[in-house]
């Protein structure tokens, strides 16, 4: 089967962005499938693709993938209107794509939601199947937390939305609650896989070098967040409870932020304000590198800010870097993960904005290694188990192949 896969920040390993479709479109590969993914030029992936473009864009085949990059150049500190530009440049260039490219069956995973344009493209004027996964409801998401708060804009991006679920033969979904969010847009449950985001467990249990960033010790408590440094991030409750173990006098304790994004020049300027030395930014690193961090990190921290909608509508990545780690995790806002963490005692669920029990659960990690080491053995379990990439990409392998029949629609 060959299937024409959309994802405007598609990146392999080499780049420091979530590998999810890279992952598993080596698995198609290997079922025997051809893939061609779609993409744009994103500041934290990347492709593998290094000649230069020609009439905005360039093509190759990246262990087995055949690539087609187009030159629309996307950061996560573009502000609205340059991000929705490239959105929608990009989407409309997939629809050509359509229409030119062999393709027996359409994928398009967001975000942004405009990645479901070809595919309602697919469904209107040829007769391919096409199937939508959603890592993020939209327009949900940014209109519970404020983003984005134009009436006609949030009106057009649920029009969206209802189209692109309902044009889709299958759906995917990265989390609980966003199946039941499709559901709640008249889309059966029969239609919709559940299918999170997975360990790469032989990328984080290979032979590599530990490092820590400068300033951390040997003999320091480190724990780790990697990441965007987004508003979504809420990554001020990290530097909150920086200062409450500032107070404390815990100076044993460091804090590093690993990544970029639109917030990171605040946070920076807020921790160097507040005299906050126990916080340490880091550069976005690739996953080799984030390996070598991670087998020498105490703890990974999953931090989102205090949106009801992320409770069960969200499946992050860094979540399942860190358990496939063998790290213990320090979650601060209840839903899915938490529950995952507290039933598999795999570390910290503290509720969200309330720095004194985020500092608390440092302290408690800092003062019973031997716990966290049980945590940290309990986390690589929980990965194995239930989140192992392989595992999950054969099921999505196969409810891809099962959109493919003639039973589809």
Not at 30 to 51: D, F, N, P, W
Not at 232 to 258: F, P, Q, S, T, Y
Request: glycine share 8%.
């Amino acid at each position: 089967m060959r299937i024409l896969y959309f994802h405007q920040h598609f990146s392999t390993p080499k780049g420091s962005a979530g590998t999810r479709s890279y992952e598993m479109a080596r698995r198609l590969v290997a079922r025997g499938h051809q893939v061609t993914i779609v993409c744009g030029s994103y500041s934290a992936g990347k492709t593998g693709l290094t000649e230069p473009f020609s009439n905005g864009c360039r093509r190759g085949v990246v262990d087995g993938i055949n690539v087609i990059e187009y030159d629309l150049a996307y950061s996560n500190r573009d502000g609205f209107f340059k991000r929705s530009t490239t959105f929608l440049l990009y989407a409309l260039r997939c629809v050509g794509l359509v229409f030119s490219e062999p393709a027996d069956l359409i994928f398009a995973t967001t975000t942004p939601l405009t990645a479901g344009i070809p595919g309602i493209a697919a469904r209107l004027f040829t007769r391919k199947p096409f199937v939508f996964e959603v890592r993020d409801l939209w327009p949900e998401l940014p209109k519970a937390m404020g983003v984005i708060r134009n009436p006609v804009i949030l009106r057009a991006m649920g029009a969206l939305e209802w189209a692109s679920y309902h044009a889709a033969h299958r759906l995917v979904a990265l989390a609980p609650g966003i199946a039941h969010g499709i559901e709640a847009r008249g889309i059966s449950s029969d239609k919709i896989a559940v299918i999170p985001n997975g360990c790469d467990l032989d990328i984080f249990s290979a032979e590599v070098q530990p490092w820590r960033p400068d300033g951390v010790t040997e003999n320091d408590l480190l724990a780790i967040f990697t990441g965007t440094h987004g508003v979504a991030n809420g990554l001020d409750a990290v530097l909150d409870a920086a200062r409450e173990l500032k107070r404390r006098g815990r100076n044993d304790i460091k804090l590093a932020l690993v990544g970029d994004g639109k917030l990171k020049p605040a946070l920076q300027k807020r921790a160097s304000q507040e005299g906050l030395t126990n916080v340490i930014f880091v550069d976005p690193v690739d996953k080799v590198r984030l390996a070598g961090l991670m087998e020498s990190a105490d703890i990974g921290m999953q931090i989102l800010a205090n949106v009801p909608a992320f409770y069960f509508g969200t499946s992050p990545n860094k979540f399942f870097d860190y358990i496939a780690a063998g790290l213990p995790v320090l979650n601060n806002y209840p839903g899915w993960l938490a529950e995952q963490i507290t039933t598999n005692r795999c570390g910290f669920a503290v509720p969200p904005e309330n720095p004194l029990a985020f500092a608390d659960a440092l302290e408690q990690a800092a003062g019973d290694r031997s716990s966290l080491v049980q945590m940290g053995h309990n986390s690589r379990e929980l990965a194995k188990a239930s989140y192992a990439r392989n595992t999950l990409g054969n099921r999505f392998v196969e409810w891809l192949e099962s959109a493919a029949t003639p039973n589809r629609i």
